[in-house]
């Protein structure tokens, strides 16, 4: 029943180039296009890996994942390159920058994020790269064990699928219960962390509302990110000795010194 | 020739790109003041202040450029292009009207145009970490907590429409629109919308923002021209989840007289979700942040998965 568009998109055009102009001393367009953005890629994940400031490694890592999926694109793989884009850049990164957020983000160079296993590090990288290296080589370049031809495109949406679930249904079914697994794993541990440490950060973090259909205390400890003000400020969790008002984070986290003024005050906008 | 057309298509997204969220600002000038009993800018331009936004972008382009002295410069400088550009490179894939007339053909265009929407959110927490201010990184944790719980729904309401036409392009969809689909995806359409007015933190999902309570979340530092682009590509963002939502879900140029007026059409489903946007804003308060996350993952998510079960069971019975 499924009707895809029979032609593909110019850019599958362009690159069917590089199946066909083979040769190191000829290049093509695309293949030129194909080194300087590796090199880009690599410039990028090289810095992510050696900034000592957290966040620009971060950022770095959006960079070189985004080089990655242009590669997909110069290499006619179109939908491996947008889900690239999709799940890594826009969520992994985001998630990443969130966490760091959460715990520590200073801005400037941060002395400890070096680790003292950056040789072995280096080490399983090279051992990784030359991996997927030999397998790359094997998969596109060897005479007699050429699984991929570039002649026809390979790698637009109607290929893909038809391969995941024709011939691949079975790792991609045991795939998706390890991601179950893991996500059923973080729920249990997230559980089990509110309950153990439940007591003491509750009284701190009850939302200064009055209580009404809306407000329930236990909100913020329960949702992963809910609690964002909450949890985010390490400062506001602190005792209220110092009575920052501008330290207690957004609408949950006020002092017991002034609470009742606030609480008026709250009263009142909703009221209105 | 080929060179030509590229060029064409090119300069008439770019002009779209800068005239329809300008469109869509003054509309909110003017229909939240009437909805709220005034009248709105009256002077720039003349008649009924046409120009009033015109104006302020030369107001925006006098101020002087200031970065905070305790700020990250290079990211604080950068994050406004990372969330202004992804919805100038979406409207490319957009379609306005039948045989052909879209900014480029992509293949698995659902899944290049929600790609590049998540890409812009990471401008906003770019410019919430760099800013060095501790309302700025409230913003831009919540902005980040925010995207990666709607995230989920319009992706699973987006794949929904996916299932039914059986092709991942935007004009593949509309090809194979029918009528009695708008029903059928009813649902889909709802959590698609709403999913999509909460990534660009439009009320009542401004908690990022809320200017009463963390200032403007990850703009408070902004200003001049850093602090435009962030506010065009809030507008920018509501003409592309609105078009993006009247051609899932609503058949896009589909119509009386479609092949002369398909482009009216568009433009017509796309102006009415405008409106709604805006009339959210002024109808409805602010949701606190724990409210949208649990609106999110608790409503908007098994919504999304019941439409596609729907889906799948109508299109394996009945199709």
């Known amino acids: 029943m499924s009707t895809f568009p029979a032609n593909a ?24 296009t194909f080194v300087l953005v590796g090199l880009v890629t690599l410039g ?30 110069l290499l006619t793989a179109e939908f491996i390159a947008w889900v690239q884009v999709l799940i890594y850049v826009g969520s992994v990164v985001v998630l990443l920058l969130f966490g760091l957020m959460l715990t520590r983000a200073p801005i400037g160079p941060s002395p400890d994020a070096d680790s003292g296993n950056r040789w072995i590090a280096l080490a399983v990288a090279l051992a990784t790269a030359a991996t997927l290296v030999t397998v790359v080589v094997d998969a596109f370049v060897s005479a007699n064990s050429a699984w991929i ?50 007591a003491a ?28 003000p909450a949890d985010a400020q390490p400062v506001a969790d602190a005792q209220p000795g110092p009575g920052e008002q501008a ?22 906008k909703e009221e209105r | ?34 909805m709220q009993g005034r009248v709105g800018p009256m002077h720039a331009g003349g008649f009924h202040g046409w120009a009033q936004l015109v104006a302020d972008g030369v107001k925006f382009a006098q101020k002087e450029d200031i970065v905070p002295a305790a700020a990250d410069r290079r990211v604080f400088q950068l994050a406004p292009a990372v969330a202004l550009v992804p919805y100038l490179i979406v409207l490319i894939a957009i379609p306005v009207a039948p045989n052909g007339v879209v900014g480029q053909v992509v293949d698995a265009g659902i899944f290049f145009v929600l790609a590049v929407l998540g890409v812009g959110v990471l401008g906003q927490v770019m410019g919430g970490w760099a800013s060095a201010n501790k309302y700025s990184l409230l913003g831009g944790m919540r902005t980040a907590a925010q995207l990666m719980a709607y995230e989920l729904p319009l992706l699973l309401a987006a794949a929904s429409v996916v299932m039914a036409s059986g092709t991942l392009s935007l004009p593949g969809i509309l090809d194979v629109w029918q009528w009695w689909w708008l029903p059928w995806q009813l649902v889909g359409a709802f959590v698609f919308f709403v999913a999509g007015v909460a990534e660009l933190h439009r009320p009542p999902f401004d908690a990022p923002l809320a200017p009463e309570e963390i200032i403007f979340g990850p703009l408070t530092e902004y200003g001049g021209l850093r602090f435009a682009f962030f506010m065009l590509s809030e507008y920018a963002g509501i003409v592309v989840i609105s078009a993006l939502t009247s051609v899932l879900f609503l058949g896009g140029w589909h119509g009386p007289f479609a092949d002369q007026l398909g482009w009216l059409w ?28 649990r609106f999110a993952w608790t409503c908007l998510v098994p919504l999304a998965l019941a439409q596609i079960a729907l889906t799948g069971v109508v299109k394996v019975v009945f199709l």
């Open chain 1, 9 to 32: 998109s110019g850019t599958v055009d362009g690159t069917l180039l590089l199946a066909a102009g083979r040769g190191f001393l000829s290049p093509t367009g695309v293949e030129i």
């Open chain 1, 44 to 73: 990028a994940a090289i810095m992510a890996v050696t900034s000592k400031q957290l966040v620009h490694a971060a950022l770095w890592l959006v960079l070189a994942l985004g080089g990655v999926a242009v590669e997909y694109l």
């Open chain 1, 149 to 198: 031809t570039l002649d026809t495109p390979q790698g637009d949406t109607a290929t893909i699928g038809e391969s995941l679930f024709r011939h691949w249904v079975l790792p991609f079914e045991a795939l998706s219960v390890l991601l179950l697994a893991a996500l059923v794993g973080a729920i249990v541990l997230s559980r089990r962390r509110s309950t153990a440490s439940g």
């Open chain 1, 201 to 228: 950060p509750r009284t701190s973090t009850r939302p200064v509302a009055p209580p009404g259909p809306g407000a329930r205390p236990r909100a913020g400890a329960r949702t992963v990110a809910g609690g964002g």
């Open chain 1, 247 to 268: 330290d207690a984070g957004g609408q949950s986290e006020q002092s017991p010194v002034n609470e009742s003024e606030p609480e008026s005050g709250r009263g009142k």
């Open chain 2, 1 to 34: 020739m080929e060179f030509f057309d590229v060029a064409w298509r090119l300069l008439v997204v770019m002009l779209a790109f800068l005239v329809l969220p300008l469109l869509v600002g003054q509309a909110e000038h003017k229909v939240m003041a009437h």
């Open chain 2, 266 to 293: 568009m433009l017509l489903k796309t102006a009415a979700l405008c409106f709604l946007v805006i009339w959210m804003r002024v109808a409805w308060p602010r949701l606190r942040a724990d409210q949208i996350q």
